[in-house]
């Protein structure tokens, strides 16, 4: 079955780039997204990517796709303490499965 | 535009009592859904449905049911409550793509249910 993983935890100091890491299973996932979740609140779209592009760029934002080795990354530049948050890797099949979140700390 | 409502937003049952958590979306999505989340386990899927009279189980169905009567509603029926059921839930709907798939999904604020 589909299944989405990604690390849980990620400490970046203010200013530098985070990267966010995921990996999937389902081949035949037409979109790949990073939603963000932040405290008390529930998920908002981040960015997305279509399956056949390898990068996809939004300001700050950076998405990565290996679609060989089922591998997506997102890339935040010149992190901000506002970035502080959850974000979540999410593929879709006929319903869309999320992987447990990778939680952003920023340090000053 | 009131997107996706849930109701209630905060729920004490005890072990055993039903209840239903309510979902509409006024986006004429064909798409919806039920999620569950845990510390520690992101967002795990309970049921999800197509459209209206559609239904199907997601990675986590035992213990609630779902009905799709009409596009706009997607109610999440708790039969008989257990302390594992303790969690936030949250619904959301999307778009269809070509092929029926679901596209973005838009969020509910979610119902943070505690089961005593």
């Known amino acids: 079955g589909e299944d989405v993983e990604q690390s849980l935890f990620l400490s970046v100091r203010e200013g530098d780039s985070s990267v966010i890491n995921c990996t999937y299973t389902?081949?035949?996932?037409?979109?790949l997204y990073w939603y963000k979740q932040e405290p008390g609140a529930g998920l908002q779209l981040l960015t997305y990517i279509f399956s056949n592009m390898d990068m996809k760029q939004d300001q700050r934002l950076t998405v990565l796709l290996n679609k060989k080795d089922k591998h997506l990354s997102l890339r935040i530049a010149d992190t901000q303490t506002g970035d502080s948050a959850i974000y979540f890797c999410?593929?879709?099949?006929?319903?869309?499965?999320f992987g447990k979140g990778t939680r952003l700390h920023i340090l000053p | 535009n009131a997107g996706v409502t849930q109701t209630p937003k905060f729920q004490v049952l005890k072990t055993g009592q039903s209840m239903t958590l309510q979902c509409a979306q006024d986006m004429n999505h064909e798409y919806m859904s039920w999620y569950r989340q845990d510390p520690g386990m992101g967002l795990r899927l309970i049921h999800y449905s197509v459209g209206a009279g559609i239904t199907d189980q997601g990675e986590v169905p035992n213990g609630y049911n779902v009905s799709r009567s009409t596009t706009e509603d997607f109610p999440l029926r708790l039969l008989s409550a257990a302390p594992s059921q303790t969690s936030v839930y949250f619904c959301a709907s999307s778009y269809s793509l070509a092929g029926g798939w679901p596209g973005e999904l838009f969020f509910g604020e979610g119902s943070r249910l505690t089961v005593l």
């Open positions: 999410a593929e879709n099949s006929d319903k869309i499965i």
């Open positions: 389902d081949s035949s996932s037409t979109y």
